[in-house]
Structures are given as C-alpha cells and as structure tokens.
C-alpha cells in the first residue's frame, strides 16, 4: 500500500533495466498513469511503443535529457493515461492482469 501511495504521488518512473523479461513494473506504472521514462530496450519499446520517453542507459547525456524532459514536460493527464493503457492492452499477455490491476488501482 505504501508503494502505491508513494508511486501515485511522484512525478514520474524511470526503469534503467537493460534486460527485462515483459517489463511488468511499466505496465503496474502506466495504468496508474504515471510518466515514465525508460530504457531504450526492445522489450519496452513492444510494450509501450512511442507513448513513453526512452533513453539510452549507457549515456549518461542521454540518461539526463529524459529526466528533464520528465520534470519539464509532466504529461500526467488523462489523454496520456488513457493513451498509455491502450498501448499496454494491446500488449499485455493477458486482458486479466490489465483488469486487475485496474481494479487494485481503482
């Protein structure tokens, strides 16, 4: 409970991972409607597609201009949460875990 609380507060949610199996957190994240920013890594990118910001995690320049992107250009609205969903129904393995999340974070 702690976490979601905390979660929903924040401003936005960076993943640094360079590997990652499905990208979960993203998706627990997205349906919050958090911005996120992410390593640019192909699991992310079949995940959220173009409805996040990437950055390469090996570069520190590019690390940096995601993260003031995310605290210049909040796009905490409800187009991005709505946006942001449909994205990750369209990729979740399974249209149960998107429901159950919603109705966790609902």
């Not at 699991?43 to 570069?59: A, H, L, Q, T």
């Amino acid at each position: 409970d702690d976490l979601i609380i905390k979660l929903k507060k924040s401003i936005g949610f960076i993943n640094p991972s360079k590997f990652e199996g499905f990208g979960i957190p993203l998706a627990e994240v997205a349906i919050m409607g958090i911005p996120i920013i992410a390593s640019d890594i192909p699991v992310f990118r079949e995940i959220m597609g173009n409805k996040i910001s990437y950055f390469d995690p090996n570069e520190v320049d590019s690390i940096t201009q995601a993260f003031s992107e995310l605290l210049n250009e909040p796009r905490l609205n409800k187009e991005y949460k709505t946006e942001v969903l449909e994205q990750v129904n369209r990729k979740a393995h399974s249209k149960n875990l998107i429901n159950l999340y919603n109705s966790f974070w609902s």
